[in-house]
T-cell receptor
Framework: KAGVTQTPRYLIKTRGQQVTLSCSPISGHRSVSWYQQTPGQGLQFLFEYFSETQRNKGNFPGRFSGRQFSNSRSEMNVSTLELGDSALYLC??????????????FGPGTRLTVL | AQKITQTQPGMFVQEKEAVTLDCTYDTSDQSYGLFWYKQPSSGEMIFLIY??????QNATEGRYSLNFQKARKSANLVISASQLGDSAMYFCASFDMRFGAGTRLTVKP
């Protein structure tokens, strides 16, 4: 079974631009979550999608948005990029919606650099 | 929501020795789960081990085991017989997607 894939792996943008990151979950997984990882803030939860619906959202401004398609693939978009958005963006998939046992399978991440 | 605390920013261990990485959590839920992940320098998070609040025994997975003390709200990861490849960041996480700050483990030859 193929793992979680994220594209692109590396991205360089300038302030004010927007960016779209893509995540393909493991086949059969319906839950996709996104995280931002920075040296200063650590791993922070962005949002979670299940069956094309955003179920949970972290404490991020509205510039961060996402969606999930019928095949469970997910995209996240960041508009009006700021320098502080430079981070590793991790996507994780899970076969089920959040339960007490919610093992997540992570992709390799997209490293975004904002200049 | 749970709060996850990892108080050891960095740890060193000699190859073949055991090491314990600390994790405490704060929740009022009766039913919950805790996870440990490993993140090598490549960046990908790797699931290591899970502990459920109602599990009667501490979880074990190969060289990884959990020292789960419910009353103390701690779920410490024990790595036995450390290997050089164990050098990485280790994160404790709750089932509701809260992660600790992580511990950087360095295994010395």
């Amino acid at each position: 079974k193929a793992g979680v894939t994220q594209t692109p792996r590396y991205l360089i943008k300038t302030r004010g631009q927007q960016v779209t990151l893509s995540c393909s979950p493991i086949s059969g997984h319906r839950s996709v979550s996104w995280y931002q990882q920075t040296p200063g803030q650590g791993l922070q939860f962005l949002f979670e999608y299940f069956s094309e619906t955003q179920r949970n959202k972290g404490n991020f401004p509205g510039r961060f948005s996402g969606r999930q398609f019928s095949n469970s693939r997910s995209e996240m978009n960041v508009s009006t990029l700021e320098l502080g958005d430079s981070a590793l963006y991790l996507c994780a998939s899970s076969p089920r919606f959040r339960t007490n046992y919610n093992e997540q399978f992570f992709g390799p991440g997209t490293r975004l650099t904002v200049l | 929501a749970q709060k996850i605390t990892q108080t050891q920013p960095g740890m060193f261990v000699q190859e073949k020795e055991a090491v314990t990485l600390d994790c405490t959590y704060d929740t009022s839920d009766q039913s919950y789960g805790l996870f440990w992940y490993k993140q090598p320098s490549s960046g990908e998070m790797i699931f290591l081990i899970y502990q459920g609040s109602y599990d009667e025994q501490n979880a074990t997975e190969g060289r990884y085991s959990l020292n789960f003390q419910k009353a103390r709200k701690s779920a410490n990861l024990v790595i036995s017989a450390s290997q050089l490849g164990d050098s990485a960041m280790y994160f404790c996480a709750s089932f509701d997607m809260r992660f600790g700050a992580g511990t950087r483990l360095t295994v010395k030859p």
